[in-house]
């Protein structure tokens, strides 16, 4: 593949995820705020974190998203043995930073204050009592998800183009092939050399009938392997 078409493909592919981690970030939010209106609805109050935090958690969470997606398409998928393993521990690597980013994102908009931070261990509310590594498994069960998720839609468009330029490519070696066909016929049946064929056999008629009845019939195969 040129350079130019490798840059056409990363750009292609940088802009499908970016704009498949836009659509998450959104439905992330979306689903925070619902949960945390249905929660408070019976009392229970700052369990999920609020759209800045959350907003915040997807953008430090999209440079690492990237860089997965690019070490997952360096890793490839054969040998499936040796591949499946890494392709999943890059999924997990990404996944875990989940919580981590949340709990810098709180800090960051201000509902922590930066001595009281810890990377590995953060509670929007003290009162309520939140097993972390709950939050962990869950954190890390919702990413994953959206890894897997973002892989298959970058394999997928991979296949799509590799299925996209193989039909162009059969339609320009069909078009190539109709232009050699069709110098062929032009050569094989070009006016002068048919006409000289004509005149060949009119003169054959009188003079000798049956080569002119085999001449004829090859001038009629010829016609007929030429136009196939």
Not at 95 to 104: H, I, Q, R, T
Not at 162 to 189: F, I, P, T
Request: net charge positive; charged share 10%; aromatic share 12%.
């Amino acid at each position: 593949m040129s350079n130019v078409g490798l840059a056409q493909k990363y750009r292609s592919e940088f802009l499908l995820l970016t704009i498949f981690w836009a659509y998450v970030t959104v439905t992330n939010i979306m689903w925070g705020m619902s949960m945390k209106a249905s929660l408070a609805s019976i009392g229970i109050t700052n369990v999920f974190a609020d759209v800045n935090p959350r907003l915040v958690q997807h953008l430090l969470l999209y440079p690492p998203f990237l860089g997965a997606m690019w070490l997952s398409r360096q890793i490839a998928w054969q040998p499936l043995w040796r591949s499946i393993p890494l392709q999943l521990l890059c999924g997990l690597f990404f996944s875990a930073l989940g919580n981590p980013a949340m709990n810098v994102a709180l800090p960051l908009v201000g509902m922590y204050s930066w001595h009281e931070f810890n990377l590995l261990n953060s509670s929007i509310n003290e009162r309520v009592p939140t097993s972390q590594s709950f939050l962990w498994i869950a954190s890390v069960s919702m990413f994953m998800v959206t890894y897997v998720f973002g892989l298959v839609l970058v394999v997928g468009f991979e296949y799509y183009r590799r299925y996209r330029d193989s039909q162009l490519r059969a339609q320009a070696l069909e078009r190539s092939l109709g232009a050699a066909h069709l110098a062929v016929l032009r050569m094989q049946l070009s006016p002068h050399t048919f006409f000289n064929l004509l005149h060949t056999i009119r003169g054959q008629v009188a003079w000798d009938p049956e080569v002119a009845q085999s001449m004829i019939v090859q001038l009629g195969d010829l016609l007929r392997r030429a136009l196939r």
